[in-house]
């Protein structure tokens, strides 16, 4: 039976998943489009498939049909969309391989992306300050390109989780742009957690005295400086390259 | 005199900016807030100023003082500002230094990020092909931080920009997945090229067959693909890093 009218209950309930308390209280998120639909299906976390076409319906899945109407105020992205589902927050806040640390990063396509350079360049673990934006914001969701259901999450006090890295033998790497070793000369090791800070600000002083080593990437004197993204992908992309 | 009309005729000219059609046929854009006006007066293209703030008059430049409902107006940017400008666009498309060429790059996001990433890494000419994003375009002034008023620019056929750079001795280096060999093992010169693809697909064949060298920078086969902006990025940050 196809669902018509936006006073429907279930239609009510994915629209407050549009907002962060609602996501947060009921532990579940959106995500819109086939690709993301396929990611979300391949780690067992989709809870309900919703679409204007039956040909999304997926055995074991419950499913909505319901009116191109109702996936427009269900969606947020303008170009439009015809299947939404709704997905099961990870649980797996486990510090495995390696780790990047975000300290207050603010911008959804910036941590979308730094999620995507994070998988590409086998970092396993991300660990989000409570400050930093909701990691199931569509905008991350969608700059991600899915690849948010590969990595570990946490969201924590930095201080406590770099507590917990150093006992666990991690180097800890921090960023700064007058200070830090030019990045092409800093050794990486097994067990790396990189910090990446805020994109106009940068990291808080409080953590850099807890860095065992504090890289720069060097840039023309004409720039100021770098995307935040662009700035945790080039660190990726070298430890990477040299583990 | 402050303006206070939607109707008054400068206000129409300026609202008319938002549109590709007028950028071109005036050869000027705008730009908002204090960052940027300072980056455009550096290199003398601001043709007006238009504030609700006398306190950004410049000697020479006209100035508007309008209500907050006219910035409003003509502003692209939700989260608002008090003043906008009127620029002149660049006329400056020599070829120098290292090049970045773009074949129908979309997102305006990435535009502006690979404007800012290839300031920071020495790069000093962009090629935009006639398919990529407008250079104007609000979005791409904004990511690009400014660093758009440091660079040349040349809109045009990339199979014509490549002819006239190999007959002046540049290596041309495209990106290919496949086939590429590794970033790290590639050599850069001081004549370096560099091509940059579409988002979704890649960089043409056509220009393939152009290349002397064909880049591909190593990912996790857990990982589709880089974003187009952290991929160019990071091969600028090695062009760079090796020159």
Known sequence: MKIESLNNIKVKE????QEKKYRD?????????????????????????ISTDEAFKKEGIPFYL?????IKKISKQVSGTNVIAVVKKSTNDKIEGNVCLLDNIQDPGNLGTIIRSALAFNIKTIILSNET??????K?????EGM???????????EDVIKELKENNYNI??????NGNKLKDISFKEKS???IGNEGKGMRKELEDKCDFLINIPISDNCESLNASVAASIIFYEMNRKI
């Not at 994915?14 to 998943?17: G, R």
């Not at 209280?25 to 498939?49: C, Q, S």
């Open 173 to 178: 790497y921090g960023t700064n742009v007058k």
């Open 66 to 70: 319901v009116t191109s109407g109702i």
């Open 193 to 195: 957690a990189i910090i």
């Open 148 to 158: 948010l259901f590969k990595l570990n999450f946490r969201r924590d006090k930095l």
């Open 133 to 138: 934006v909701d990691l199931y914001n569509d």
């Open 14 to 17: 994915w629209i407050k998943l």
């Open 25 to 49: 209280i009921n532990k579940e998120f959106l995500i819109e489009g086939d690709h993301l639909l396929n990611e979300a299906l391949k780690v067992n976390r989709v809870k309900e498939i």
């Open 140 to 144: 991350v969701i969608r700059a991600s």
